[in-house]
């Protein structure tokens, strides 16, 4: 059985920083793609980053491009989430998911139906 945890959310003033982690277990996961998404209060959950666990190459929304940056441990099978800049728009409870392995299209990476395992979240609260 795959579990996914994230850990790290909390409370930061805008402009501040934080970084989430999610630790990912689970016998013989195998995954093509892990990605953070997030859910605000009555807003559909929405694609943040996401990673190629073998090939490491990145994808971002346009909204945090340049702010968030997306990497993971292959030895330690965890992924992470480093935030700067934040706004109190990328307030949300932050999502881990992972893909089972095999070829993705990009539009699949972007989408949270192309996910296959999702962590319970974490909550980041930015304030004014």
């Known amino acids: 059985q795959v579990q996914l945890v994230e850990s790290g959310g909390g409370l930061v003033q805008a402009g501040g920083s934080l970084r989430v982690s999610c630790a990912a277990s689970g016998r013989t996961f195998s995954r093509a793609v892990m990605g953070w998404f997030r859910q605000a209060p009555g807003k559909e959950r929405e694609f943040v980053a996401g990673?190629?666990?073998?090939?490491?190459?990145?994808y971002y929304a346009d909204s945090v491009k340049g702010r968030f940056t997306i990497s993971r441990d292959r030895s330690a099978s965890a992924l992470y989430l480093q935030m700067d800049s934040l706004k109190p728009e990328d307030t949300a409870m932050y999502y881990c998911?992972?893909?089972?392995?095999?070829?993705?299209?990009?539009?699949?990476?972007?989408?949270?139906?192309?996910?296959?395992?999702w962590g319970q979240g974490t909550q980041v609260t930015v304030s004014a």
């Open positions: 998911a992972a893909t089972k392995e095999g070829y993705r299209t990009v539009a699949s990476i972007y989408s949270f139906k192309g996910y296959d395992h």
């Open positions: 990673i190629g666990w073998i090939t490491g190459t990145t």
